[in-house]
């Protein structure tokens, strides 16, 4: 079946610690993203990537790096920068180009980071 | 400042019956809005999308409405089922060469269908 896997489901991170949360993606989707959401809010975008070797900071990227070395992977590592990093992540991918692009973005199932 | 909201956090709604989740939204080079649903511990899953140069899309039990001149748009379920319930999320893009692809979400409103 053709989705888009992120890995651990929960993962706990100490003080100081850098942590990576898996994005793997076979849709052959060219555009992957990654989304944080906290209680009662939106998503909000943190990267995007259109292209392999290639990514864009988001509106809230301070504090999180991310890579883009393969087409189907878009890890997303979370910082001792960032101050804040109790949240559900959300990796999404999508089609790029003119004549797919009103096409939706698809969602991950979520990693849910708590601090310990 | 948000560009997408959704101003109720929460809508109820008898089984049967239909339930109307609005949204509204500042940008006027938006060209693309989508809705999701979303239970908790999951990831949104696409419900309906519409292009700015209709007014109007249906799918089965869901239509969206967009009027651009108000900048708003709204998604409609009939009839609803309990199994609806979920969190909605509206989202729009803006235009090649705006964070390319990348949506922009409003808070979500908690649609409750009781039986």
């Known amino acids: 079946d053709g989705g888009i896997t992120q890995s651990p489901k929960y993962l706990f991170r100490k003080e100081g610690q850098n942590v990576t949360l898996s994005c793997e993606q076979n849709?052959?989707?060219?555009?992957m993203y990654w989304y944080r959401q906290d209680p009662g809010q939106g998503l909000r975008l943190i990267y995007y990537?259109?292209?392999?070797?290639?990514?864009q900071k988001g509106d809230i990227a301070e504090g999180y790096s991310v890579s883009r070395e393969k087409k189907e992977s878009f890890p997303l590592t979370v910082t001792s920068a960032q101050k804040n990093p109790t949240a559900f992540y959300l990796c999404?991918?999508?089609?790029?180009?003119?004549?797919?692009?009103?096409?939706?973005?698809?969602f991950g199932d979520g990693t849910r980071l708590s601090i310990l | 400042d948000q560009q997408v909201k959704q101003n109720s956090p929460s809508l109820s709604v008898q089984e049967g019956r239909i339930s109307i989740l609005n949204c509204d939204y500042t940008?006027?080079?938006?060209?693309?809005f989508l809705w999701y649903k979303k239970y908790p511990a999951e990831g949104p899953t696409f419900l309906i999308s519409?292009?700015?140069?209709?007014d109007k899309n249906e799918d089965g039990r869901f239509t969206v409405f967009l009027n651009k001149s108000a900048k708003h748009l709204s998604l409609h379920i009939v009839p609803s089922q309990p199994g609806d319930s979920a969190v909605y999320f509206c989202?729009?893009?803006?235009?090649?060469?705006?964070?390319?692809?990348?949506?922009?979400f409003g808070k979500g409103t908690t649609l409750s269908v009781s039986s």
């Open positions: 999404a991918s999508s089609h790029m180009g003119v004549r797919v692009r009103n096409q939706p973005q698809h």
């Open positions: 849709l052959n989707h060219d555009a």
């Open positions: 990537s259109q292209i392999v070797n290639d990514f």
């Open positions: 940008n006027s080079m938006f060209d693309y």
């Open positions: 519409i292009s700015s140069i209709k």
């Open positions: 989202a729009a893009r803006g235009p090649p060469g705006e964070a390319g692809t990348a949506l922009i």
